[in-house]
């Protein structure tokens, strides 16, 4: 399933893929060169992640159950074997190192997920 997350009314991610199955959580993005500006990766039932096997940085952006902003780490690098989003975090906004500001997110900050 795809879709876009929001910033109020402003697009923040406008085509971002929901992981929520068990083998599309597993794979991630691996295997993938890039993500490219504007796209993401949304991982359901997610509080940690890792970058082991990936092949370019990414932000995470982790979210609880009310898409609440928990925690932002930028410019994760591959090979990291654990960074963890707070115990609230469910799910893990990930995109491309880099081409979004963050800095408008804030923890405690609502994202809307459109599909």
Known sequence: MTGAILLGDAVLV?????ADSVPAR???LLGRRSLPPGEGLLIERCGAIHTVGM???????FLDRQWRVCRVVP???PGRLCVPGGWR???CLEVGAG???LDP???GLALT???
Do not use: K, N, Q
Request: glycine share 4%; net charge positive; with cysteine.
């Open 14 to 18: 406008a085509r971002v893929e929901r």
């Open 26 to 28: 597993m794979r991630g």
């Open 55 to 61: 092949r370019f940085a990414i932000d995470a952006v």
């Open 75 to 77: 410019d994760v690098r």
């Open 89 to 91: 975090a469910v799910r």
């Open 99 to 101: 081409w979004m500001d």
């Open 105 to 107: 997110l804030c923890p």
């Open 113 to 115: 997920w459109r599909p």
